[in-house]
């Protein structure tokens, strides 16, 4: 560092100079005073050179890792005066990265451990390390023929002089490794094969394995010789160890793995004891614990028996106790004798006292009132203690969708163990619970615009405060929905209110609807809307849903009122022979429900939900003293004349108003009754990937024959399943792979049934949007009465498609379906259809 | 363009100081606060900042922007804990934290905030003249807390879990000794209790009504004269009735 050499016969190492002036060179962006005012030297100073204080100066200007080069020279000698230069090369500063050949994600995290950020001095030692972490970086992940070249070019600002340079890395992974062979050493219990079964992350090559690539990535093989070990220890090795492991590199693609184990001896479970238990019996805790002796030792089910980490609501020892009261009990479980293969255990039970609720309390609810939080807890004052009331009323807080599930948590304010009283809070944090829809779209020969506003926590009683309108009132837990939609030639506007627990004393469920739809003619061909001939339909409906104990408390039972009235106003439907008239539709809707579906219900991966339902219109046919049978016989007469071809046009005339009449009458009080089935069953297949079954049965009959089914209420097979626009009260039946109810006749069906299975796997199921992707195959079909049904007569389909949820949104969702079949009328297999599916929830 | 948006863009303090002060005292807060907003930093530490961020922080309460204002004024009676207006100011960060506070069957946190800067306030000015207005606040909120404990307490005996209703009942009146709601919540306890004793199984019957006879007592002994006392006779009348019945027919 020194470079004296030229006056080194001039200096004498064992005296004391003066300094005369110092100089600085070489610094580009540091001033000449700030440098030499870091050194603390000045002039007139008087030291050894060569000598320490020399040497400290400059070993502190190398601890600024700010320079590549740092050198002190005499530059004059006169006497003891010198004139000093330091001369220093600063290092160059880092002006941009950029790196070639690695995945965004992977450059953030690149830039981030290596510290690279613009301004950094570039040293040697920061090129090596980020070379070294990048290399080792792959290499974890099986890239062993990582390629890293960091090159460096000077940055030049407007007046030519270099200020900083570029760095540019440039990685080229290379392929993969793939493990050529797994080979084990000290195995005698378990061949090599079953060991490498064992090892899920890492695994040996072979074609005929189509599912899992063979790879070597670092967590993987250690996560996997975790599981070895696992495997030999739930089997009764608990000693089993490894002696040593290494990995080979056979050349560029493979690496074998050669794993040494000693096994041990097999252990047996011996006696098992409980020491401490006085509220559970032996015999209970032996019936939990469910181990016997005699049993091949297994030290992670011993572990799960006593306290499973990995689920909440588990059955074992410590949930017994925790679900019964006991807050404080510890379980211990102790090895207390190994006499040759078999284990002794103690399990020692520090049992404390029984624990009861004080105050429950609920924090974080900024919007819902706490009336609507407090009636949903299952974990109230003075109740027992218990672990599995708090999961569950956490779970149900969850569902109720006014609260993020991720961020609910219980917790315990103060435990009082000598009054065995504990103080719970079950902390919160609301989330957004409305959803808006609003659509503009053209179709139908104009316009359509539809705006819907769907708020799931309202409060009704604030309607009229408007203080409460922040921007709404809500906290009171109720189901507002409002919509209107509106072209040119139609309007419809929707109202709906669910209120969970009516009068706060049950949950008893009421829901009211009010829909009103207006349609005028429209001509198609002119483009005009004629709005003096119009078809208006007024309906509302009145619902109690109540959920019941029996058989088992996931049933609901519901009962609802609806009534609808249908005016013509010299309007001509298919659905009616006259053009002038009305019709009422009043119903009486009963069902029953069971719906176990758990737990995310975007997203359900167990349990079922079936619905059987009977919708009923009162007998009118039985009192109102109408024969039908004879008008059932007028109109066979007049539709005789119709028919036939020597009638003449006033007779035709007379016959078609006779018939309209008939019609009239037969459906002033429409009359029917309706008897839907439907069953969807959710099976988890392997870990997040669930099959979704469903089977569908819809049934509509008339009480007097002569009298007739009416054209409404019918079924419509086919397509997206969407509520599209009617009038009639049909139901649009999903059969994807066929154009929107397509499969069914003009007028409807009376009897349906489908059959569907559906395989879901999810992408992401975040709070922000669930994804998930599907394939599916179904089949249904309608038919016109019990002499068509043929329930294996189906129109079959299969595709594959997407779902996005989003809370805001709703669905929003994707189909590609391929019918099988013809559709009703044609011929030929029907082949592909997309279809989009909208805000539909199943 | 007018002078105040020529002050607003322009780079002196000092107008923008003039000027936001005499907007302050017109009541033109909306305007004035953005002028202190860019000058607030400038003048931290000078002499002028006491006025100033006084003045900042009553803008904000007098916009209602009462987030700003509480902690603005908490700012201030820490920066200046000799200041004249120091009372003021640590007044208004307490009345703020209560306009805060929400109705009382939602999350509490602001209500406690409140109260305890309130009593901070009493506690250090006690001869202060806005102390009787302090009081009244706290007042105020004690009763919003107590509202919502006893209203939670009310629910559970209106779904019918009697025995959540009587703990929560007993802890209302343990934590509340002073409370508006103590009578009611004497009477409810006893009411819960016999709801509780007339749909027990027939052998817990007797000895529950017995306990609601004892809540029956205290209600008397402290409340016999409130609006509750001809309801809880009537109930008492009842027990009375079921207690004798069993007595003439002991169940063997």
């Not at chain 2, 409130?226 to 008492?236: H, P, Q, S, V």
Request: glycine fraction near 8%.
């Amino acid at each position: 560092l020194f470079s004296l050499q030229a006056q080194q016969k001039e200096l004498d190492s064992g005296r004391k100079y003066t300094i005369n002036e110092i100089k600085v060179t070489g610094a580009q962006s540091f001033n000449e005073q700030t440098v030499i005012a870091f050194t603390g030297l000045k002039t007139g100073d008087r030291i050894y050179i060569p000598g320490e204080k020399l040497s400290q100066v400059t070993k502190k200007l190398w601890e600024q890792n700010l320079f590549s080069d740092i050198a002190f020279y005499v530059t004059n000698l006169s006497g003891d005066q010198v004139d000093l230069e330091l001369y220093i090369v600063e290092l160059p500063k880092l002006h941009e990265l950029t790196i070639e050949g690695v995945k965004k994600g992977k450059k953030k995290e690149i830039l981030k451990d290596n510290d690279l950020k613009p301004g950094v001095k570039i040293t040697k030692n920061l090129l090596n390390t980020t070379k070294n972490y990048i290399t080792n970086k792959f290499k974890k992940d099986g890239y062993f023929n990582t390629n890293v070249v960091i090159s460096t070019t000077p940055y030049v600002d407007s007046t030519g002089v270099e200020v900083s340079r570029d760095m540019k890395i440039v990685v080229d992974k290379g392929n993969r490794v793939k493990v050529k062979s797994i080979d084990f050493e000290g195995n005698e219990q378990f061949s090599d094969a079953k060991l490498r079964r064992a090892m899920k992350e890492t695994k040996q090559k072979n074609f005929l394995r189509v599912f899992k690539r063979s790879k070597y990535t670092a967590d993987g093989y250690a996560e996997d010789k975790e599981s070895i070990l696992k495997k030999y220890k739930s089997n009764g090795y608990r000693d089993a160890r490894f002696v040593s492991d290494s990995l080979k590199i056979i050349d560029d693609k493979n690496v074998a793995l050669n794993i040494k184990v000693e096994e041990g001896d097999k252990y047996y479970f011996g006696d098992i004891t409980f020491l401490g238990n006085s509220v559970f019996t032996d015999g209970q805790l032996r019936q939990v614990l469910g181990i016997k002796k005699g049993e091949v030792y297994n030290g992670t089910l011993l572990q799960e028996r006593i306290a499973d980490e990995s689920s909440p609501d588990a059955e074992d020892i410590t949930n017994l106790y925790q679900n019964n009261g006991y807050l404080a009990a510890r379980i211990n479980p102790v090895e207390v004798a190994v006499r040759n293969d078999t284990i002794d255990f103690e399990i020692r039970i520090i049992e404390r006292n029984l624990f009861y609720f004080d105050h429950v309390t609920v924090v974080g609810n900024d919007r819902t009132n706490d009336h609507v939080i407090y009636r949903e807890l299952r974990t109230r004052p003075g109740q027992k203690y218990s672990k599995r009331d708090v999961v569950r009323t956490i779970r149900e807080l969850g569902q109720l969708g006014y609260f993020d599930p991720e961020q609910m948590s219980p917790n315990f304010k103060k435990v009082d163990e000598a009054n065995g009283l504990v103080d719970l809070e079950y902390s919160l944090v609301e989330k957004g619970s409305s959803q808006i829809e609003l659509q503009g779209g053209y179709g139908g020969g104009g316009f359509v615009g539809t705006l819907g506003l769907s708020f799931n926590n309202f409060s009704l009683r604030n309607i009229f405060n408007l203080e409460s309108y922040r921007p709404l009132p809500m906290g009171d837990g109720q189901k507002l929905s409002l919509r209107a939609q509106a072209s040119r030639f139609y309007q419809t506007y929707s109202l709906s209110l669910t209120e969970p627990w009516l009068g706060g004393k049950k949950p008893v469920q009421l829901s009211t609807s009010f829909s009103h739809t207006i349609q005028y003619l429209f001509d198609p061909r002119t483009n005009d809307t004629d709005r003096d001939r119009s078809f208006t339909i007024t309906g509302g409906s009145v619902g109690l849903a109540k959920k019941i104990k029996w058989p088992d408390d996931f049933f609901v039972w519901s009962n609802a009122i609806s009534f609808q009235h249908y005016n013509l106003r010299n309007y001509n439907t298919g659905l009616f022979t006259f053009g002038d008239g009305y019709s009422n539709n009043l119903a009486y809707t009963i069902g029953i429900s069971r719906n176990n579906t758990a737990t995310n219900p975007i997203y359900p991966t167990s349990g079922s939900d079936f619905s059987l339902t009977a919708k009923l219109t009162p007998p009118f046919s039985a009192f109102n003293n109408v024969d039908y049978g004879a008008l059932s016989e007028d109109r066979a007469v007049q539709q005789a004349i119709i028919a036939d071809p020597n009638s003449n046009s006033a007779q035709l005339v007379d016959a078609r108003a006779r018939i309209s009449e008939i019609d009239q009458q037969r459906f002033n009080w429409l009359e029917y009754y309706k008897i839907k089935f439907k069953a969807t069953w959710y099976t988890r297949v392997i870990e997040k990937l669930v099959l979704r079954t469903n089977t569908e049965f819809g049934f509509l009959g008339a009480y007097n024959k002569d009298r007739g089914i009416p054209p409404f209420e019918r079924f419509f097979v086919g397509g997206d399943g969407l509520g599209a626009f009617s009038l009639d009260g049909r139901e649009v039946i999903q059969l994807r792979g066929y154009p929107n109810q397509s499969l069914s006749g003009i007028d409807g069906n009376t009897i349906y049934n489908k059959f569907s299975l559906e395989l879901r796997y999810p992408v992401t199921l975040a709070q922000l949007a669930s994804i998930y992707v599907l394939a599916f195959a179904e089949g249904g079909a309608s038919y016109d009465g019990f002499r068509d049904y043929n329930p294996f007569e189906l129109k079959r389909s299969a595709g594959a498609g997407l779902r996005i949820f989003m809370p805001a949104f709703g669905l929003l969702g994707i189909d590609f379906g391929y019918g099988f079949d013809p559709i009703l009328g044609g011929t030929e297999k029907n082949g592909w259809e997309t279809h989009f599916i909208i805000g539909q929830q199943f | 363009c007018s002078e105040y948006q020529r002050v607003l863009r322009k780079d002196d303090v000092a107008k923008k100081y003039a000027m936001a002060d005499s907007l302050y005292r017109l009541g033109k807060y909306k305007k004035s606060l953005k002028l202190m907003e860019q000058i607030v930093p400038a003048y931290r530490g000078k002499p002028q900042a006491e006025r100033l961020m006084f003045i900042y922080a009553n803008t904000y309460y007098e916009l209602e922007d009462f987030y700003l204002a509480g902690y603005q004024f908490e700012r201030f009676t820490q920066a200046y804990p000799q200041s004249d207006s120091a009372e003021v100011a640590a007044f208004k960060s307490a009345k703020s934290f209560y306009e805060l506070s929400p109705r009382y069957s939602l999350d509490q946190k602001e209500t406690d905030k409140g109260l305890e800067k309130l009593q901070e306030f009493i506690n250090q000015y006690p001869n202060s003249a806005k102390r009787p207005h302090a009081n009244e606040l706290v007042a105020e909120l004690r009763y919003k807390l107590e509202k919502k404990q006893f209203e939670v307490a009310k629910q559970y005996l209106r779904v019918e879990d009697y025995k959540a209703a009587i703990e929560a009942f007993d802890n209302f009146i343990l934590d509340n000794p002073g409370s508006e709601f103590r009578a009611e919540a004497f009477f409810r306890r006893f009411e819960s209790a016999y709801e509780l004793a007339i749909v027990s199984i027939p052998s817990l019957v007797q000895e529950r009504l017995l306990t609601a006879k004892g809540y029956y007592n205290n209600f008397t002994k402290y409340y016999k004269d409130t609006e509750f006392a001809a309801e809880a006779e009537k109930i008492m009348q009842d027990i009375n009735a079921r207690t004798v019945t069993t007595e003439t027919e002991p169940t063997t």
